[in-house]
C-alpha cells in the first residue's frame, strides 16, 4: 500500500486548440516516512503537482489516493478537513501574521489541531525557542522560514509539503533549512515532499523525482 498515489494526473486550462497542460498524464507513489524532492525548472508544473497532493487545487482528470482514500472529487470541506487533519504545508513567502509573536504565530495553528505537538518542544527541535517573544519583523529571512516550519509541523501532519523552501534565502540560511528538514523528517517521522530548483536540496533527498513540461 503506498501513502500517498496519484493516477494519470491531468490539469487542464482551456479547451482545444486552446488548451493549456500545467500537468499531463503524471503518475507518483509516495512511501510513508520518505523526503522526496521534485526538481523542476519554472512553469514544469511542479506547484501545480504540489497543490494538488494537498488539496488546494483539484485535477481535470485522475485520480488522488491518501492511505487508500480517493481525495480527488470531495465537496471543499472535505478538502479543508483533509488539509487539517493531514496536510502540513510550508510556502516560499512566510506568510506569518505580522502583529503575532513567534509563539503566538505557531499556537494560532495549534489550536485547530485535533493532536498538536508540544509548542515548547518544537520550537527547541527547530532551534527558535530564544526567539519566543520576537514578532516576524524582528526575524532574519532563514528565522521566519525556521518559524512557518514549526507552523507547519505543529499539526504534527502525516504530510508535509514545502514549496521552494530556500528560494528567498542566502546560502547559508539554505543549508540551514534543508539540514532542518531532514531533522524533523527523523525526529516525528514525517513524510515530506519539496518542490524546487534548487540541485542542494537533493542531497537530504531519498528519491529524487524530475519533472519537465508537465
Do not use: W
Amino acid at each position: 500500500m503506498s501513502f500517498v498515489k496519484l493516477e494519470n494526473a491531468v490539469k487542464q486550462y482551456g479547451n482545444g486548440e486552446n488548451a493549456v497542460y500545467a500537468l499531463n498524464d503524471v503518475s507518483l507513489e509516495i512511501e510513508p516516512k520518505e523526503i522526496v524532492v521534485i526538481l523542476g525548472s519554472s512553469g514544469s508544473g511542479k506547484s501545480t503537482l504540489l497543490n494538488i497532493l494537498g488539496g488546494i487545487d483539484v485535477m481535470s482528470k485522475g485520480k488522488l489516493l491518501f492511505q487508500d482514500r480517493e481525495i480527488r472529487g470531495k465537496k471543499p470541506k472535505d478538502l479543508l478537513l483533509y488539509r487539517r487533519e493531514n496536510i502540513g504545508f510550508v510556502f516560499q513567502f512566510y506568510n506569518l501574521i505580522a502583529d503575532l509573536t513567534v509563539r503566538e504565530n505557531i499556537k494560532v495553528v495549534a489550536e485547530y489541531c485535533k493532536n498538536p505537538l508540544d509548542i515548547d518542544a518544537v520550537m527547541k527541535t527547530l532551534g527558535i525557542d530564544n526567539l519566543a517573544d520576537r514578532f516576524p519583523s524582528q526575524l532574519s529571512g532563514g528565522q521566519q522560514q525556521r518559524v512557518a516550519i514549526a507552523r507547519a509541523v505543529i499539526k504534527n501532519p502525516k504530510l508535509l509539503l514545502c514549496d521552494e523552501l530556500t528560494g528567498a534565502l542566502d546560502s547559508k540560511s539554505s543549508r540551514s533549512v534543508i539540514s532542518l528538514v531532514d531533522h524533523i523528517n527523523r525526529t516525528y517521522k514525517t513524510t515530506t515532499v519539496i518542490i524546487t530548483h534548487n540541485e542542494a536540496i537533493r542531497d537530504v533527498a531519498d528519491r529524487i523525482v524530475r519533472i519537465r513540461d508537465g
